[in-house]
């Protein structure tokens, strides 16, 4: 389903009970949520294993995979696993590579020197090998000596492949070899076209946003249900996401005054929460995602919250 300038997705919450997961991704279909999107954590369930188990159980639904880190896997390798995907699947796969968690990457020994260079060499090796081309490539991380998937294995149109980044050099690698980029949460108007501006894209380009989301007619009660998940906001790693906010400097001020994630997450004021999430009643939650497509985003999608993720994947469906 088409909203006026993106579709809207949703996410598989990596802890999922492994008895909902399909009901999860059928029932994600049957409400009409155009995208569902898988997520690979360290320590949780592989990306390509699940991708392939919702596929099969589904009908419909386009289905995501963000991210595959680009130092876990041969690049040959991971073709050959996308390219059976798109194949049984046709139209219906895309798929995120990025550099994967620092801290993850580093404690599996899978952080290179030159994350940068990894990733571009990736990606471009990736599509070409897709796309059905004969690859000779002799890269500082990526090396293939004239390989071709054969024609038997290769889809009919190669899925789209994107670069799963955030800071602005990584956000550039993405503009000059993704077809798209996938930003992780929070993701704001702002931060979209601060992104936009590094991305630069010259060529269509796909911006999908995940963003933590909670629905309810009481817009106190969805502002509650996501305030948890934003306890990593203002760490490191997630500071390229506020720089561009107007409470930039005081949210990271706060975050210093406060004894950890949580107390940090139950202090935000409400106003911080509303622009931090896709949180409210349907017609609050309706008016950021437009929002956020007016922006530049194309596909908008939303994080369930709380311990029942059925009952919460039901409730975002209202925006729909």
Known sequence: MTRRNGTIGVLLPRDTPARDVIAFARRADARGFDELWVVEDLGYRGGLAQAATVLAATTRIRVGIGLLPAGARNVAFTAMEIASLAQFHPGRLDVAIGHGVPAWMRGVGAWPQSPLTLLSEYISVLKSLLSGRLVQHEGRYVRIDGLRLDDSSLPAAAPMVLA?????????????????????????????????????????????????????????????????????????????????????????????????????????????????????????????????????????????????????????????
């Open 164 to 320: 799963g980044v955030r800071a602005p050099r990584s956000l550039g690698v993405s503009g000059e070899v993704a077809d798209g980029t996938l930003l992780a949460e929070p993701v704001t108007p702002a931060y979209v076209r601060q992104a936009l501006t590094h991305i630069a894209p010259t060529r269509p380009h796909r911006l999908v946003a995940y963003n933590v989301a909670a629905v309810d007619d009481d817009p106190a009660a969805a502002l509650a249900a996501v305030r948890p998940a934003l306890d990593v906001v203002g760490e490191p790693d997630w500071r390229p996401h506020i720089a561009p906010l107007p409470f930039h400097d005081d949210l990271l001020a706060l975050r210093s005054r406060c004894d950890g994630p949580r107390e940090f997450a139950g202090a935000l004021p409400d106003e911080w929460v509303r622009q931090l999430a896709v949180a409210g009643t349907p017609g609050e939650a309706r008016s950021r995602l437009e929002d956020l497509f007016d922006a530049g985003v194309t596909s908008a999608v939303l994080t369930p919250v709380g311990p029942d993720h059925l009952a919460s994947l039901d409730a975002l469906a209202a925006v729909l």
